[in-house]
């Protein structure tokens, strides 16, 4: 009797608490930060429109420039066909890597560990360099044997062919093993109940475990984009008019360099967040679409 008395005491106790407003914890601490922040974004942002350093004038001015917006151009085909040659180069390594043939999973794994293992930097000037190792390309016999047709290299391979296969190989290597910790993601009775409903290895991946591992893969492959248009601003050792390539040549001329550096900058930011959007869309939408397919939906 005493044990039920007191259960019931709680449960009044409870209830008549239930109805009292809920107090708040002081924290002063949490307030100090609060007060610094917001003296620190003061300072900033006082700081970027009254130095006349950052003249805001010119960069208004050259903001919507024609060789400005050129470059902008340059930049988005620069990265959308990089990252079109890594996503499709990183799929088709990423299956060799998880090859049974030792051969093809070893050159895959050859090829991720020399491109992730040397500076991009450095990879962009050996290809707007190729012309000094192989003057001409061509079709031929291998070692040493007659040539049917070939080219000279600097026609070939231009500044922008030697930025797009610089670009696009190093980002097929850093792709390849994004979307192989995707594919490892999808537990392995998933591909077994494929296989004993009678499924081929290339239902498999396409029905069942590429639709789990997507859900894996889209946010690093959406970082992956997100840099490479930042990236892409490394071209300009080899040439190629990119935006900060046209900015820079610009204030050779004007020796207006921040202004023009924060034109470069404020286009970077616009792109890197219609980028972070699209990302969360895609997020959003694989993340919906995520529920492992049952078998018969497959078919």
Do not use: C
Request: hydrophobic fraction near 55%; charge should be positive; avoid cysteine.
């Amino acid at each position: 009797m005493s044990a039920v008395s007191s259960t019931e005491h709680d449960r009044i106790d409870l209830v008549a608490m239930s109805g009292k407003p809920v107090l708040r914890r002081r924290r002063p601490g949490q307030l100090a930060v609060v007060v610094l922040l917001v003296l620190v974004v003061l300072w900033a942002a006082g700081t970027l429109v009254t130095n006349d350093g950052f003249d805001w004038p010119v960069v208004g001015r050259y903001l919507l420039d024609t060789r400005i917006l050129a470059g902008l151009l340059v930049t988005i085909q620069l990265t959308v066909i990089a990252e079109v040659i890594g996503i499709v180069g990183g799929l088709v390594l990423a299956v060799m890597r998880m090859s049974d043939s030792r051969v093809i999973a070893g050159v895959a794994g050859a090829y991720i560990w020399f491109f992730r293992g040397t500076p991009l930097l450095v990879q962009l000037l050996f290809w707007g360099f190729a012309a000094a190792i192989f003057p001409e390309v061509g079709i031929g016999v291998p070692f040493g044997g007659p040539m049917f047709v070939s080219w000279d290299t600097n026609q070939v391979i231009s500044l922008m062919t030697a930025a797009i296969l610089g670009l696009g190989l190093n980002e097929a290597a850093y792709t390849a093993e994004v979307v192989r910790a995707g594919l490892l993601s999808v537990p392995k009775g998933q591909t077994e109940a494929s296989r004993a409903m009678g499924f081929s290895s290339l239902q498999t991946l396409r029905h069942v475990v590429v639709p789990q591992a997507m859900k894996v893969i889209i946010p690093p492959i959406g970082n992956n984009v997100n840099a490479m248009l930042k990236t892409t601003s490394l071209v300009v050792v080899i040439g190629v008019g990119d935006i900060l390539y046209n900015a820079q040549q610009i204030y050779a001329k004007n020796l207006e360099q921040i202004p023009l550096l924060i034109v470069a900058s404020i286009w970077y930011l616009v792109l890197t967040t219609l980028v972070g959007l699209g990302q969360s869309r895609l997020e959003r939408r694989f993340s919906r679409d995520a529920v492992p397919l049952t078998l018969r939906e497959a078919r």
